[in-house]
């Protein structure tokens, strides 16, 4: 009647937009931008299936059931495509917000409570040791992939992501406690410092390009490795991401690295993020 919003009367856009909102002024303290931007896209996701499913704009949270998020899931995996890792994800970040209208008082019951979402597991790619071997010892004719395989085996024996060896430089190298060489950083996902000794292989890649790394798009980088594989012989998909799981599994796990440490070398959160991911490996190894 005087035309506010009620808390009864509140949408599931509307709480993704409280939620984006407040989220937003957390970049940098609490949020990176890459996270907030993920929440950004599943309002869009959400809003694409309300109308092609409802044909409404929006629906009320109050409204909202466990077929509601049934038929969320179904459109993800039908309309989307989208493969079971990324519909996980995708189902989280919808109960995210759930969660927020819950604990700012916008929803008194929770349309989750008995819709169990389906976690996918993934399988670890990774190089034995047999394989990073061979692709140590090839040369490329191209410049383009000798860099590439050089940044690889690079981030093979340092477990650099993406993000931490494009913006590597030699202030992040320094002299540590054992008078040994180690980079530190902070790593941009989870903003934990992170503490890397200089393995001798990564250092004679450090040492071909004066300490200043060659730099290209993540993109391009996946894109020659494709080609890498295929001329070496290693009938495996890599991607930048495999260079940080060989690094985990072959180079410290496989040389009895406790698990602890791996997880600290590779800042993560956590350990269970660390033994969700290799626990398995460490399973093959026994």
Not at 174 to 202: C, H
Not at 229 to 253: D, M, P, Q, W, Y
């Amino acid at each position: 009647f005087k035309g506010e919003d009620s808390k009864e009367e509140i949408t599931i856009l509307g709480a993704y937009d409280l939620h984006n909102d407040k989220t937003k002024k957390l970049i940098g303290i609490d949020f990176n931008q890459l996270s907030w931007s993920r929440y950004v896209e599943s309002r869009r996701k959400v809003a694409l299936f309300i109308t092609k499913f409802y044909k409404k704009k929006d629906i009320r949270l109050k409204d909202l059931d466990l077929k509601f998020i049934q038929d969320l899931e179904y459109f993800f995996k039908t309309e989307l495509n989208l493969k079971q890792a990324t519909v996980y994800r995708s189902i989280q970040r919808v109960k995210k917000i759930i969660q927020f209208a819950i604990s700012e008082n916008y929803l008194k019951k929770d349309p989750f409570h008995l819709f169990k979402n389906k976690k996918y597991k993934t399988v670890i790619i990774y190089l034995t040791d047999e394989e990073l071997k061979i692709l140590e010892q090839h040369n490329f004719r191209q410049k383009r992939l000798q860099q590439v395989k050089d940044l690889f085996i690079f981030c093979c024996y340092t477990g650099l992501a993406y993000t931490e060896m494009s913006t590597l430089s030699t202030k992040n190298i320094e002299i540590g406690f054992d008078g040994n060489e180690w980079i530190q950083m902070i790593r941009k996902k989870t903003g934990r410092k992170i503490s890397i000794p200089i393995l001798p292989k990564a250092r004679e890649v450090l040492d071909k390009y004066n300490d200043e790394l060659p730099t290209l798009s993540n993109q391009k980088f996946n894109s020659y490795l494709k080609e890498i594989s295929e001329l070496v012989g290693i009938n495996k998909k890599l991607t930048h991401h495999t260079a940080r799981k060989t690094f985990a599994t072959t180079v410290l796990l496989f040389n009895n690295v406790p698990m602890e440490i791996v997880s600290e070398l590779l800042g993560h959160s956590n350990m269970n993020v660390t033994q969700s991911h290799y626990g398995k490996v460490v399973q093959k190894k026994v």
